[in-house]
């Protein structure tokens, strides 16, 4: 009953709801070393969310397994031009940005099968930890000076492991974002990740931090999940969102359509969970004492 009402006042809270514009573009990466946490599905949701709340969202699918591409209803087939292409040729972002059939206003960058091979290429190319960085800076720059609306958010999904993958996608984010599944050993591997963005500060991006936390998974029933969230909060008072994402059945069956589940089922009490969640990030990023970093839309080498 308690989780009815609370869908049913979501629902009126978030009708037409428009989020707020940060004041310069928003870079997260989504990361957690571990694989099955919630990082694609969280990627892709809030995505859509804050598309659906009327802000422009790019999201950038850097992981091989191209879930997040999938998820977002975008062709990527080996050969089709994606985050390999950009990465491994130095072709322009702009070349690879597919719109969502979902959204006008969210792009997906898509990730072939190809990528995987880019681990191992990039070892020997020049600046091989900032070639995500200096594409998206330029691709937010050209947007700018061509007179296009600027995008909003960019959201970076990354595979599981630490490689040279995701060093660009720390490089390229001033933002990180952490999904943790409230179950057995969450945070185990956290101090790690987080030892891991400390040397990104130290060596490769001073602009760098964990600003977002999200607990996904969350089933109310069960003391273990209130327990690994409590945790979190205490650990993590500032950065961990008042929203949990539940499990849901309906999350994890919109990719099968090609579909994020804000547009699988709106209604449903995970799309409210990711609407909600987005409008508790999107507004913590426009108040004074939470803003991010600043970061520009012209290309800027802000970076170390
Ligand atoms: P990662 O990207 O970290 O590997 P995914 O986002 O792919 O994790 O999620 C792993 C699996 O869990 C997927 O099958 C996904 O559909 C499912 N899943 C994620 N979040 C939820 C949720 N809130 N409720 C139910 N299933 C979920
Ligand atoms: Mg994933």
């Given at each position: 009953m308690a989780e009815l009402a609370r869908d049913a006042r979501r629902r009126i809270e978030l009708r037409g709801r428009r989020f707020p514009r940060p004041p310069a573009t928003r870079v997260l990466t989504v990361a957690n070393q571990k694989g099955g946490v919630g990082k694609t599905t969280t990627s892709v949701n809030l995505a859509a969310a804050l598309a659906k709340g009327g802000l422009n969202v790019l999201v950038i699918d850097n992981d091989p397994q191209g879930n997040a591409s999938t998820a977002l209803g975008i062709e990527h087939r080996s050969?089709?031009?994606s985050v390999y292409e950009v990465l491994v040729d130095d072709a322009p972002l702009a070349s690879a940005v597919r719109t969502c059939p979902d959204f006008a206003n969210l792009w997906c960058v898509p990730a072939t099968i190809d990528l995987s091979g880019a681990e191992i290429e990039l070892v020997?190319?020049?600046?091989r930890e900032t070639r995500l960085r200096t594409a998206l800076d330029t691709y937010l720059s050209e947007r700018d000076a061509s007179g296009q609306d600027p995008i909003d958010y960019v959201f970076i999904d990354c595979p599981p492991s630490l490689g040279l993958l995701t060093v660009n996608a720390f490089v390229t984010a001033r933002e990180v974002l952490i999904p943790i599944q409230c179950e057995y050993y969450a945070l185990e591997g956290l101090s790690q990740l987080l030892n891991t963005v400390e040397l990104m500060r130290a060596h490769l991006n001073a602009e760098l931090r964990v600003s977002t936390i999200l607990l996904t998974m969350y089933d109310a029933r069960t003391n273990l999940a209130q327990q690994v969230a409590a945790e979190v909060r205490e650990h993590f008072p500032d950065i961990t969102l008042r929203t949990t994402v539940p499990r849901s059945v309906r999350i994890s069956e919109a990719p099968g359509y090609g579909q994020t589940v804000i547009s699988y089922d709106a209604g449903s009490s995970g799309a409210l969970a990711y609407l909600e969640a987005a409008r508790e990030l999107a507004v913590r990023g426009v108040e004074p004492d939470q803003a991010p970093t600043s970061t520009t839309t012209t290309k800027d080498d802000g970076h170390e």
């Open positions: 050969g089709t031009p020997s190319m020049d600046s």
